[in-house]
């Protein structure tokens, strides 16, 4: 239950704001391309323009991301610890490989206004049209235009962004800062930039359709968002490698925990069982043995879900949760030996009824009880 729980994809949670255009986006929520955004490739220049308000800041959330299994590189924007962060990733099929990240600037708990622009002179980032940071060492090829857009979640991890998605823009050339400044006052003051024909706008999303699972991209024929009747990720990662899976911050450690505390009962319980039966000499090593297919088939069925993350660390915590669970039974029934030989008659019986040692367990049940 607590592994694969809700045993089922939920319902994908994103509503239509009212009053205002924009859209609401739940726990669980996405939105996804039809197809590629414009199907060519090439091109060194990007702008992205995005108006949200988050609910959550404190954690890493992805706010949207361009995938095409066939391309070897992507991006995407997330909220991670306080912080906008964009990141050139090289997805492959089951697995994230190393990523170059851009952190931009704090992000707080109210509607903001964020642009990026990329081009040969590097990555400048704007904060509700003012210029917060600039580096030479990061770039945002206008190549992942040509892949699919997944808006408030990874396309291959369960990440998804709760909040408010009011505005979105995306250009095939770098907007200068007065260019920034403009588009900023337009969105604000009419919910809208105001741009011209030929200025390299690949897609325009202001979100006032205010019903139906369509987002139109109100500057050319491709690129309609859809908003899916269940949440879904493009494609689900199974068994990501743990070099991939490890993140310094206290979110992945606290995961390593549960996965290890989970497993201890499960572990102590089984070799409880097994010992009291006795059908072979190496009980500890079938009890670990069997917690780790246990936890491999719970991963492999988490692959399906997505609202569930399918990974190799998790085998190995839950594995090492099933050998503390049996070094906490032998320890728990070396102190009941112990206590078998108390002088208080119930302090020997109840002490017997846990005792791992069979003699022990006869010999003190049988007297201890007689007094009791």
Same mark, same amino acid.
């Given at each position: 239950?607590?592994?694969?729980?809700?045993?089922?994809?939920?319902? %994908?949670?994103?509503?239509?704001?009212?009053?205002?255009?924009?859209?609401?986006?739940?726990?669980?929520?996405?939105?996804?391309?039809?197809?590629?955004?414009?199907?060519? #490739?090439?091109?060194?220049?990007?702008?992205?323009? !995005?108006?949200?308000?988050?609910?959550?800041?404190?954690?890493?959330?992805?706010?949207?991301?361009?995938?095409?299994?066939?391309?070897?590189?992507?991006?995407? +924007?997330?909220?991670?610890?306080?912080?906008?962060?964009?990141?050139?990733?090289?997805?492959?099929?089951?697995?994230?490989?190393?990523?170059?990240?851009?952190? &931009?600037?704090?992000?707080? #708990?109210?509607?903001?206004?964020?642009?990026?622009?990329?081009?040969?002179?590097?990555?400048?980032?704007?904060?509700?049209?003012?210029?917060?940071?600039?580096?030479?060492?990061? #770039?945002?090829?206008?190549?992942?235009?040509?892949?699919?857009?997944?808006?408030?979640?990874?396309?291959? +991890? %369960?990440?998804?962004?709760?909040?408010?998605?009011?505005?979105?823009?995306?250009?095939?050339?770098?907007?200068?800062?007065?260019?920034?400044?403009?588009?900023?006052?337009?969105?604000?003051?009419?919910?809208?930039?105001? !741009?011209?024909?030929?200025?390299?706008? &690949?897609?325009?999303?202001?979100?006032?359709?205010?019903?139906? %699972?369509?987002?139109?991209?109100?500057?050319?024929?491709?690129?309609?968002?859809?908003?899916?009747?269940?949440?879904?990720?493009?494609?689900?990662?199974?068994?990501?490698?743990?070099?991939?899976?490890?993140?310094?911050?206290?979110?992945?450690?606290?995961?390593?925990? !549960?996965?290890?505390?989970?497993? &201890?009962?499960?572990?102590?319980?089984?070799?409880?069982?097994?010992?009291?039966?006795?059908?072979?000499?190496?009980?500890?090593? &079938?009890?670990?043995?069997?917690?780790?297919?246990?936890?491999?088939?719970?991963?492999?069925?988490?692959?399906?879900?997505?609202?569930?993350?399918?990974?190799?660390?998790?085998?190995?915590?839950?594995?090492?949760?099933?050998?503390?669970?049996?070094?906490?039974?032998?320890?728990?029934?070396?102190?009941?030996?112990?206590?078998?030989?108390? #002088?208080?008659?119930?302090?020997?019986?109840?002490?017997?009824?846990?005792?791992? %040692?069979?003699?022990?367990?006869?010999?003190?049940?049988?007297?201890?009880?007689?007094?009791?």
């Amino acid at each position: 239950m607590a592994c694969l729980w809700p045993f089922h994809s939920p319902a %994908n949670q994103v509503a239509w704001l009212a009053p205002g255009n924009g859209l609401r986006f739940g726990r669980h929520g996405t939105l996804v391309s039809r197809g590629a955004l414009t199907p060519g #490739r090439g091109g060194e220049q990007f702008t992205l323009e !995005i108006w949200l308000r988050p609910n959550h800041i404190w954690a890493t959330r992805t706010i949207l991301a361009f995938y095409d299994p066939r391309h070897p590189a992507g991006f995407s +924007l997330h909220l991670s610890d306080g912080y906008f962060l964009a990141e050139r990733k090289l997805w492959n099929r089951e697995r994230i490989a190393a990523s170059r990240k851009f952190y &931009v600037s704090r992000a707080f #708990r109210r509607l903001t206004f964020l642009t990026l622009t990329s081009g040969a002179q590097g990555t400048k980032a704007y904060i509700d049209g003012s210029l917060v940071r600039a580096t030479r060492r990061f #770039r945002i090829p206008s190549d992942v235009l040509s892949d699919r857009l997944v808006v408030a979640n990874s396309p291959v +991890l %369960n990440e998804s962004w709760s909040g408010e998605l009011k505005g979105l823009a995306l250009y095939s050339h770098a907007l200068t800062a007065a260019e920034v400044s403009r588009d900023y006052k337009d969105w604000t003051r009419t919910g809208r930039p105001e !741009i011209a024909r030929g200025n390299g706008v &690949v897609a325009l999303y202001v979100f006032d359709e205010h019903s139906g %699972n369509v987002v139109r991209n109100q500057w050319g024929p491709r690129g309609d968002l859809i908003i899916p009747k269940r949440y879904v990720e493009l494609h689900h990662t199974l068994l990501r490698s743990p070099w991939d899976e490890y993140s310094p911050d206290w979110g992945y450690w606290k995961d390593v925990l !549960i996965n290890i505390a989970g497993f &201890v009962p499960l572990g102590f319980f089984c070799y409880a069982y097994l010992s009291s039966i006795s059908f072979c000499r190496r009980l500890m090593l &079938v009890t670990v043995i069997f917690g780790g297919i246990v936890s491999l088939t719970v991963e492999v069925l988490q692959a399906y879900l997505p609202t569930r993350d399918s990974g190799v660390t998790d085998v190995i915590t839950n594995t090492l949760g099933m050998g503390m669970g049996v070094l906490l039974f032998r320890c728990a029934c070396a102190v009941c030996e112990s206590l078998a030989h108390s #002088r208080y008659a119930k302090v020997r019986y109840l002490a017997g009824l846990f005792a791992h %040692n069979p003699s022990v367990e006869r010999n003190e049940l049988q007297r201890a009880g007689s007094l009791v």
